[in-house]
T-cell receptor
Framework: AQKVTQAQTEISVVEKEDVTLDCVYE???????LFWYKQPPSGELVFLIR??????QNEISGRYSWNFQKSTSSFNFTITASQVVDSAVYFC?????????????FGTGTLLAVQP | EPEVTQTPSHQVTQMGQEVILRCVPI?????FYWYRQILGQKVEFLVS????????KSEIFDDQFSVERPDGSNFTLKIRSTKLEDSAMYFC???????????FGQGTRLTVV
């Protein structure tokens, strides 16, 4: 079975602090995809990153970075120097690679509140 | 930048009524999806659609639900007889290839009263 766990329900930080959102996943597949999506207060789901399981390089995009550790089945997301506009719910998601299904399995999300 | 468009943004309906939620996926995309999010909960997969047929559906997607691609641009979700527990945000998504990321619309908030 596939599962995504985001143990942090809510995180509150003060602007300019760094914050890491945790994501742990379960899958029996050897190849798969991992994703992060952002859901701001307006409600839409915004794609942030897609990572293939066979590529364990960490990725940085501006203030965002992602740490993929296959050995611990984790795909954590760090925001450096957080800003109020980063306030949102962040979802980690898993998808099989190939096969009959390409649905996303989402975690329960982490609500990030960045205080000015 | 191309985007997935959903209408209406908010729909209120009486229990037992039929509703149709509409989506215009990104134009060159081939795979289409509906997801739902009950308030404060996680996003759940409902159905995927490819090559004019359902490729996968979840247990939530029972006989009350149906999807259609009536023309080359629209993708609709119909709920035949709405229940209170159908109240949720419904998201449409699409991708060009099964190995690429899915892009989501802004959602339709359905309230069943």
């Amino acid at each position: 079975a596939q599962k995504v766990t985001q143990a942090q329900t809510e995180i509150s930080v003060v602007e300019k602090e760094d914050v890491t959102l945790d994501c742990v996943y379960e899958t029996r597949d050897t190849t798969y995809y991992l994703f992060w999506y952002k859901q701001p207060p307006s409600g839409e789901l915004v794609f942030l990153i897609r990572r293939n399981s066979f590529d364990e390089q960490n990725e940085i995009s501006g203030r965002y970075s992602w740490n993929f550790q296959k050995s611990t089945s984790s795909f954590n997301f760090t925001i450096t120097a957080s800003q109020v506009v980063d306030s949102a719910v962040y979802f980690c998601a898993l998808r099989r690679y190939g096969g009959a299904t390409n649905k996303l399995i989402f975690g329960t999300g982490t609500l990030l509140a960045v205080q000015p | 930048e191309p985007e997935v468009t959903q209408t209406p943004s908010h729909q209120v309906t009486q229990m037992g009524q039929e509703v149709i939620l509409r989506c215009v996926p990104i134009s060159n995309h081939l795979y289409f999806y509906w997801y739902r999010q009950i308030l404060g909960q996680k996003v759940e997969f409902l159905v995927s659609f490819y090559n004019n047929e359902i490729s996968e559906k979840s247990e939530i997607f029972d006989d009350q639900f149906s999807v259609e691609r009536p023309d080359g641009s629209n993708f609709t979700l119909k709920i035949r007889s709405t229940k209170l527990e159908d109240s949720a945000m419904y998201f449409c998504a699409s991708n060009s290839d099964r190995n690429t990321e899915a892009f989501f619309g802004q959602g339709t908030r359905l309230t069943v009263v």
